[in-house]
């Protein structure tokens, strides 16, 4: 009622609340559009009235293990001792063990350092007790303040600097707000946010292995595919002594992709690095920054551009989406690259009526590719290469092969579709694109080269009568 009657009285109109006292009792999101300096004045007068978050440090929970006799009574003195000191308990577990004293742990709010240490003083004097180290990701021991220990889990476990903790909180809630409302459990929500972050991290450094294979085309053209544990494919082709990559995966990785980049292409520090981008979608361009000249479609350089002026790219414009990819760019360290870098190879018409356009032709060294254009259905932009003198296509996020995956690229793919409630914009779009590009194949075998899973090996026969 106090912020909403500060908002009114600055003409400031609320367009989104969340509160749910089951996974944080102290933490109420509202989002509120108002121009700046009525947002400023907003500012100074929930700051008064102790609504916005201050700057304490909010690991205030301390574990506390007190070793009391096992007798009747025993705990009453810690307990009143706790009360003298006003202090809220978050967490109890004790068992009796069959000796004569028991473990008793209580898990206690307490806010700065000097209160802890006059605590432990006294309470030492009725019993052994000690402070016990606890991991927020393993378990939650009060959910007070279950936003800021869960956002705190995920950046310590990605090393992610301070500036990324507003956003993890407010995008962290708004998936929660919006799959609570399709009848999903919070909690398991929360749990697929840091089992993704978990995946993420532990693929790092040398535990970053993707599985990479070379697919002959000619005498002198090779495609070697990267397929990470997370993220995009990469796909590199060597053709004639020219060099182009295909999407780049995850900014998170880019110490690791550019040492692999170096040991398959020995002359790749001095090369003019060039790369095609399927589809503006955030495991797809992470890398982008890295490349010389980066070749797309015209919706896709226009969502790029939108990215780098600070606007929401064409997946954060889907409410159902936005969420996840605003952490997601968080958790792998996203920025968008230079708009001068961005060559459009083909200008499209705003409207396309069918599921699969042709825009134009792109050759490089002995390939011919025809470009296609999808409607929209995975990510306005989305294009498809097709080669049909050596039965090549590259097909983006249209086509992934799911009975290709590795066992970690399976794993990592199983949460986006729960967080984004479907990783296509349009599925059924996705699906009539996805059909019409197999129907352009002709007869012959073919590689096919997904963004997600091994290459595809695709053969079509037509019967003569």
């Known amino acids: 009622m106090k912020a909403s009657e500060c908002f009114a009285s600055l003409g400031i109109n609320i367009t989104r609340v969340s509160y749910n006292k089951a996974i944080d009792s102290h933490t109420l999101f509202i989002d509120a559009d108002g121009d700046p300096e009525q947002l400023s004045k907003a500012d100074d007068k929930l700051k008064k009235i102790g609504y916005l978050l201050t700057e304490k440090n ?80 393993n378990r939650v021991f009060d959910n007070t303040i279950f936003y800021q220990s869960f956002v705190s889990g995920l950046m310590q476990m990605m090393h992610l600097s301070e500036d990324k903790r507003n956003d993890l909180l407010i995008n962290a809630n708004m998936v929660m707000q919006m799959l609570d409302e399709k009848g999903l459990s919070p909690f398991k929500i929360f749990e697929s946010i840091s089992r993704f972050a978990e995946l993420l991290s532990m693929c790092r450094g040398e535990a970053f292995l993707p599985r990479i294979t070379r697919h002959s085309v000619t005498e002198n053209t090779e495609i070697i595919l990267i397929e990470p544990p997370c993220g995009s494919n990469t796909a590199i082709i060597r053709s004639c002594g020219e060099t182009l990559f295909v999407d780049c995966g995850y900014a998170l990785y880019r110490e690791e992709m550019v040492k692999l980049f170096r040991s398959l292409i020995p002359d790749y520090d001095k090369m003019t690095k060039r790369i095609f981008v399927t589809h503006a979608d955030v495991d797809h361009c992470g890398l982008l920054p890295l490349f010389d000249e980066i070749l797309t479609s015209r919706k896709t350089k226009d969502c790029l551009e939108l990215e780098h002026r600070g606007c929401n790219g064409y997946r954060e414009q889907n409410p159902l989406h936005k969420p996840y990819v605003s952490i997601c760019k968080a958790l792998t360290f996203y920025r968008p690259p230079e708009p001068d870098k961005v060559v459009v190879m083909w200008d499209t018409p705003n409207e396309q009526e069918e599921p699969l356009a042709q825009m134009g032709f792109f050759d490089f060294g002995e ?99």
């Open 58 to 137: 909010e690991n205030n929970i301390v574990l506390l293990e007190f070793m009391i006799r096992d007798t009747p009574g025993s705990v009453t003195d810690i307990l009143k001792l706790i009360n003298q000191f006003r202090l809220n308990i978050s967490y109890i577990s004790s068992q009796e063990n069959g000796t004569n004293y028991q473990a008793f742990k209580m898990g206690l709010f307490i806010e700065n350092d000097s209160v802890l240490k006059e605590f432990l003083s006294e309470a030492q004097e009725l019993c052994p007790v000690r402070v016990l180290d606890y991991n927020h990701s």
């Open 367 to 465: 390939l011919h590719f025809e470009a296609y254009q999808g409607k929209g259905g995975h990510l306005p932009g989305e294009t498809v290469l097709i080669d049909y003198t050596h039965h090549l296509t590259f097909t983006g996020d249209i086509y992934v092969n799911i009975r290709g995956m590795t066992r970690e690229q399976y794993a990592y793919n199983q949460y986006a579709p729960v967080l984004m409630t479907s990783v296509d914009t349009d599925p059924e779009l996705c699906a009539a694109e996805r059909n019409a590009i197999f129907q352009r194949l002709g007869a012959g075998d073919w590689k096919i080269f997904g963004a997600h899973g091994m290459m595809k090996e695709y053969s079509l026969s037509i019967a003569q009568t």
